[in-house]
């Protein structure tokens, strides 16, 4: 098993021991070529490294891990009814070990870090990331420096600096912050970990993981859509690459279509396909999604070719429906989702309302982020009752909310 490093624009190609993040020759993306066969690949897919035939690492054995992956498949036939779709399903991200997917490029990117001996680490994030990041720097040991934009909620930023991270806010957007991150990496020959394939090739590898684990969890045919939700876009990029992955290795036919999510606040890569136009910079993001609110998606273009070789589609949803949508996934299926995570679902709600997704259709809903980061959200005070602690007062109470 062994890998190597191409670059997708002049094709040029190196070994798995070069230490790069970008073609040195053309500046553009890299991609990874693997010697692979299908049996070197689990048909009941566990945790993320058991794909490691897959992962561009030379050391898998020495992966910094913390358990992520293998998340659940949850059928969900109350919200499939609410939705008026045949079948639903929900791959469960906010499984993972800081409450998001992120932790599966984090695991890929530090290890690789590692092995590459970088001296530190870097990372620009507007909620997720850098958690994550921070999070498998601590375990590797390496020093992990996070750059969030000015506005980012403290329970985000507070999560990393409790991995140790030395966090700094920067005015300006999470874009302003990756070209920073970008600076520090030059500067100091850190590892650059943000989720842009330009300045991390890796994490689109470890993206493709949910893909490989959803087609090990499907029985048969393929379901006929995967709903997503796109900020910078490497996440739906990352998981059509584990599509075609699997049928160039034979394990499905067909895959599912995809549908990509993004909110009306911000809604760069949604208005590109919609118009037949180039992508471009979204002017003031304003989204409950926080973490989708990417002025410009750097994986765009990947994005877009994802939708055109899937027969996919775009939808961009309201701040409302992404609000009404996240507590209906949590009071009818049990899983709480930050409105980011919940935004495969609204989507889904959206495009049967445009009549792209058939009443039909069998549907899986990636919920990316845990509801615990914006659990403020959830509930409301007035709905609270303060009792006095006696049998008579409780069991009254337990009369009034039948
Ligand atoms: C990062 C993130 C996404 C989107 O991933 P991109 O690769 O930026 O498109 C979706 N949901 C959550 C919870 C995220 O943190």
């Given at each position: 098993?062994?890998?190597?490093?191409?670059?997708?624009?002049?094709?040029?190609?190196?070994?798995?021991?070069?230490?790069?993040?970008?073609?040195?020759?053309?500046?553009?993306?890299?991609?990874?070529?693997?010697?692979?066969?299908?049996?070197?690949?689990?048909?009941?897919?566990?945790?993320?490294?058991?794909?490691?035939?897959?992962?561009?690492?030379?050391?898998?054995?020495?992966?910094?891990?913390?358990g992520e992956g293998g998340t659940p498949f949850l059928?969900a036939?109350?919200?499939?009814?609410?939705?008026?779709?045949?079948?639903?399903?929900l791959k469960d991200e906010t499984r993972n070990p800081t409450g998001t997917y992120k932790d599966r490029?984090?695991?890929?990117?530090?290890?690789?870090?590692?092995?590459?001996?970088?001296?530190?680490?870097?990372?620009?994030?507007?909620g997720n990331?850098?958690p994550a990041?921070?999070?498998?720097?601590?375990?590797?040991?390496?020093?992990?420096?996070?750059?969030?934009?000015?506005?980012?909620?403290?329970?985000?930023?507070?999560q990393?600096?409790?991995?140790?991270?030395?966090?700094?806010?920067?005015?300006?957007?999470?874009?302003?912050?990756?070209?920073?991150?970008?600076?520090?990496?030059?500067?100091?020959?850190?590892?650059?970990?943000?989720?842009?394939?330009?300045?991390?090739?890796?994490?689109?590898?470890?993206?493709?993981?949910i893909?490989?684990?959803?087609?090990?969890?499907?029985?048969?045919?393929?379901?006929?859509?995967?709903?997503?939700p796109?900020?910078?876009?490497?996440l739906?990029?990352?998981?059509?690459?584990?599509?075609?992955?699997?049928?160039?290795?034979?394990?499905?036919?067909?895959?599912?279509?995809?549908?990509?999510?993004?909110?009306?606040?911000?809604?760069?890569?949604?208005?590109?396909?919609?118009?037949?136009?180039?992508?471009?910079?979204?002017?003031?993001?304003?989204?409950?999604?926080?973490t989708?609110?990417?002025?410009?998606?750097?994986?765009?273009?990947?994005?877009?070719?994802?939708?055109?070789?899937?027969?996919?589609?775009?939808?961009?949803?309201?701040?409302?429906?992404?609000?009404?949508?996240t507590?209906?996934l949590a009071?009818?299926e049990g899983v709480l989702a930050e409105p980011t995570g919940a935004a495969s679902v609204?989507?889904?709600?959206?495009?049967?309302?445009?009549?792209?997704?058939?009443?039909?259709?069998?549907?899986?809903a990636v919920i990316t982020g845990t509801g615990m980061k914006t659990i403020?959200l959830f509930?409301?005070?007035?709905?609270?009752?303060?009792?006095?602690?006696?049998?008579?007062?409780?069991?009254?109470?337990?009369?009034?909310?039948?």
């Amino acid at each position: 098993m062994s890998f190597r490093l191409a670059c997708y624009r002049c094709n040029e190609r190196w070994g798995a021991e070069a230490p790069l993040y970008r073609c040195p020759k053309c500046e553009g993306r890299l991609s990874f070529e693997y010697s692979a066969a299908s049996s070197d690949v689990p048909a009941d897919g566990g945790r993320m490294w058991e794909y490691r035939a897959l992962l561009p690492v030379m050391h898998p054995e020495r992966a910094v891990t913390l358990g992520e992956g293998g998340t659940p498949f949850l059928p969900a036939p109350k919200l499939a009814g609410w939705l008026g779709v045949d079948r639903l399903f929900l791959k469960d991200e906010t499984r993972n070990p800081t409450g998001t997917y992120k932790d599966r490029p984090a695991s890929l990117a530090v290890t690789r870090a590692l092995e590459l001996n970088a001296p530190g680490i870097v990372v620009a994030s507007d909620g997720n990331t850098g958690p994550a990041t921070a999070a498998y720097s601590a375990r590797a040991g390496l020093r992990c420096v996070l750059l969030m934009p000015g506005a980012t909620p403290p329970f985000r930023y507070r999560q990393a600096q409790a991995f140790g991270a030395s966090v700094a806010l920067v005015s300006g957007t999470v874009n302003d912050c990756i070209d920073r991150a970008a600076e520090i990496a030059e500067a100091a020959g850190y590892h650059h970990t943000t989720t842009a394939t330009i300045h991390n090739p890796y994490q689109m590898e470890a993206a493709k993981t949910i893909a490989w684990e959803m087609v090990s969890a499907w029985d048969g045919e393929a379901p006929d859509w995967v709903a997503v939700p796109v900020g910078g876009g490497g996440l739906l990029a990352g998981i059509w690459r584990g599509f075609r992955e699997a049928m160039d290795l034979g394990r499905i036919r067909k895959a599912p279509r995809l549908l990509a999510v993004q909110a009306e606040g911000c809604a760069p890569l949604v208005t590109a396909f919609r118009d037949g136009t180039a992508i471009s910079v979204w002017g003031a993001p304003s989204t409950v999604a926080l973490t989708i609110g990417v002025p410009y998606p750097l994986d765009g273009d990947l994005v877009l070719q994802a939708l055109e070789e899937s027969d996919g589609s775009a939808v961009a949803v309201t701040d409302s429906s992404l609000t009404l949508v996240t507590r209906r996934l949590a009071e009818l299926e049990g899983v709480l989702a930050e409105p980011t995570g919940a935004a495969s679902v609204a989507g889904v709600l959206e495009a049967r309302r445009q009549g792209l997704v058939e009443e039909t259709a069998a549907v899986i809903a990636v919920i990316t982020g845990t509801g615990m980061k914006t659990i403020e959200l959830f509930g409301a005070d007035g709905a609270l009752k303060a009792l006095p602690n006696r049998r008579e007062a409780i069991l009254e109470w337990l009369e009034a909310i039948r």
